[in-house]
């Protein structure tokens, strides 16, 4: 078992952006802030944005197809190009995003680690809050861009005597914002098909954080999670799918303030909303009880990626010298946080 200041990963020498890239005084001394008294509020901005990114792509991309279609304007958008879309905007905020805030994009992630006691509570309740934020503004966004269409659409159909009843569906311009549960279909069924797709999810995203797992190197890991969303929304979202808590949440707020009330969602909203933690939650447990397995080694790319992210934290905290000595007074930092660090990664 190692002791305070040691850790099992293999040592080498790292070369860090600071080393090669010259560095003006005023971003020396914005970085030591950002890694001190800022570095939660811009784990909480990667969160805002990652999520940002995930809901720009699949909304936006929903809207060309369910506006186009209440215009009678044929060719603008498909049920494939939707799942790709939300596939590619959770692509965008891991590869971009991830590397600061650890790319959690989720609540139900984020209450996972939190229950693992990898996250505590007050950041948890931070990312939840950037989560929904995030998703809240990309559709305000997106609603400006597209107001003019959805104008038209919101025209055609009060001269054709539609509007009241299909204004909150899934067919209707709230709908391509928050989500409705069709009229007449059994909220039974849509629980059922909400949580064994999150179930799924939350299984692969467990698979690829798992660094036991040969089949998903870090590299591949982004390209892995965003193709069973995608594969959710192909095959499952005309039933009626979320998947994401804060892509929920943030859309209907974002609902609420533009249409009311009436736009609330009724008994669907509870599962469009909650469904999701519950079922990662299961999933992580499954996987953790069934599926993994600490008698497995650690795969090579998986140390290196462990060993980047510790010299990161070390490098970040003032922590220099040799990784495998205890930590010393002169390196700024007492064993105590050093251990935290390594608990961290």
């Not at 600061?100 to 996250?119: D, E, Q």
């Not at 005597?161 to 391509?176: E, I, M, R, Y």
């Not at 069709?182 to 799924?200: A, H, K, Q, W, Y």
Request: glycine share 8%.
């Amino acid at each position: 078992m190692a002791v305070a200041g040691q850790h099992h990963l293999r040592h080498r020498d790292f070369i860090h952006l600071a080393d090669i890239k010259p560095r003006s005084n005023a971003y020396i001394a914005w970085e030591r802030r950002r890694h001190r008294q800022a570095h939660w509020l811009v784990e909480c901005m990667a969160e805002f944005m990652g999520v940002f990114f995930y809901v720009y792509a699949g909304v936006g991309s929903a809207a060309s197809y369910l506006l186009s279609n209440t215009a009678q304007l044929n060719g603008l958008g498909s049920l494939f190009q939707i799942g790709t879309a939300y596939a590619l905007g959770i692509l965008f905020a891991l590869v971009v995003c991830a590397p600061t805030s650890g790319g959690h994009f989720n609540p139900a992630v984020t209450i996972a680690f939190t229950i693992l006691k990898r996250c505590t509570y007050r950041k948890a309740l931070r990312y939840i809050v950037a989560q929904i934020l995030g998703a809240y503004i990309a559709c305000l966004l997106i609603y400006v861009q597209w107001r003019d269409l959805i104008m038209e659409v919101t025209e055609l159909l009060e001269a054709a005597g539609k509007l009241d009843a299909v204004l909150f569906t899934a067919n209707g311009p709230a709908g391509v914002f928050a989500l409705y549960a069709t009229p007449g279909v059994s909220l039974g069924r849509i629980f059922l098909n909400e949580f064994v797709c999150d179930f799924m999810i939350g299984l692969v995203i467990w698979a690829c954080l798992d660094p036991t797992n040969f089949g998903a190197p870090p590299s591949t890991a982004p390209w892995i999670v965003s193709f069973v969303y995608a594969v959710m929304v192909w095959g499952y979202s005309p039933v009626g799918v979320a998947t994401n808590a804060a892509r929920d949440v943030g859309a209907r707020l974002m609902a609420l303030t533009i249409w009311g009330l009436p736009a609330g969602g009724g008994a669907y909203a509870a599962i469009a909303a909650l469904t999701n933690i519950p079922a990662t939650l299961l999933a992580v447990a499954f996987y953790e009880l069934v599926l993994a397995d600490s008698s497995r080694v650690v795969t090579p790319v998986h140390v290196d990626f462990l060993a980047g992210h510790l010299a990161h934290e070390e490098h970040s905290q003032g922590v220099i010298g040799d990784r495998h000595a205890p930590a010393s007074p002169s390196s700024g930092i007492d064993e105590k946080s050093h251990e935290q660090i390594i608990e961290r990664v």
